[in-house]
Antibody
Framework: EVQLVESGGGLVQPGRSLRLSCAAS????????MHWVRQAPGKGLEWVSG????????GYADSVKGRFTISRDNTKNSLYLQMNSLRAEDTALYYC??????????????WGQGTLVTVSS | QSALTQPPSASGSPGQSVTISCTGT?????????VSWYQQHPGKAPKLMIY???KRPSGVPDRFSGSKSGNTASLTVSGLQAEDEADYYC?????????FGGGTKLTVL
């Protein structure tokens, strides 16, 4: 069964940075696009960013564009999200998700359990 | 870009059918056949129910079906069961990003 394990969340002050990681296993990582999706406490899902299988194409939500950077290392079966200039409204559970295809246009058929990011002074 | 529009709630009795709508624009739902639907139970990660408008992943019951007309996509759940009670979210590719709907809480009466 596909496994996605997020890490790197925690409590951080506004304006600071945090790097999330997602370790993938039990599937051919470099065949598939990947996503970060977040969910603020008690709120709905928000797509954050996506990256194609070979890092050739990336996309960002308007709310994070210019502050967050998605990347992947196919040699390590890992996905990352570098989050800079964090704001209170970035507080959420961040999910790593696998796309059904090599581009980040499709649905996400496997999800991790999420890592919680809390932005507060 | 704004989030896609879903009704906040929907309901039906066991055995009945219910349809949840997801309205966007020609720049997202209407422009691409990349609409997906997710089911989320409280405290759980989302589960993919439909992708590319009408495709069902392996293991998803055929009681769940998806369609699209113009700028509106729909998820239909037939033969409602108690375990279908959950939040449902649509999402669509929008050219430079993806957009989610606000979610619909489905109640099985």
């Amino acid at each position: 069964e596909v496994q996605l394990v997020e890490s790197g969340g925690g409590l951080v002050q506004p304006g600071r940075s945090l790097r999330l990681s997602c370790a993938a296993s039990r599937f051919t990582f470099d065949d598939y696009a990947m996503h970060w999706v977040r969910q603020a406490p008690g709120k709905g899902l928000e797509w954050v960013s996506g990256i194609s299988w070979n890092s050739g194409s990336t996309g960002y939500a308007d709310s994070v564009k210019g502050r967050f950077t998605i990347s992947r290392d196919n040699t390590k079966n890992s996905l990352y999200l570098q989050m800079n200039s964090l704001r209170a409204e970035d507080t959420a559970l961040y999910y790593c998700a696998k796309d059904t295809s090599s581009g980040w246009t499709g649905g996400s058929d496997y999800w991790g359990q999420g890592t919680l990011v809390t932005v507060s002074s | 870009q704004s989030a896609l529009t879903q009704p906040p709630s929907a309901s039906g009795s066991p055995g009945q059918s219910v349809t949840i709508s997801c309205t966007g624009t020609s720049s997202d739902v209407g422009g691409y056949n990349y609409v997906s639907w997710y089911q989320q139970h409280p405290g759980k990660a989302p589960k993919l129910m439909i992708y590319e408008v009408s495709k069902r992943p392996s293991g998803v019951p055929d009681r769940f079906s998806g369609s699209k007309s113009g700028n509106t996509a729909s998820l239909t759940v037939s033969g409602l069961q108690a375990e279908d009670e959950a939040d449902y979210y649509c999402t669509s590719y929008a050219g430079s990003n993806n957009l989610f709907g606000g979610g619909t809480k489905l109640t099985v009466l």
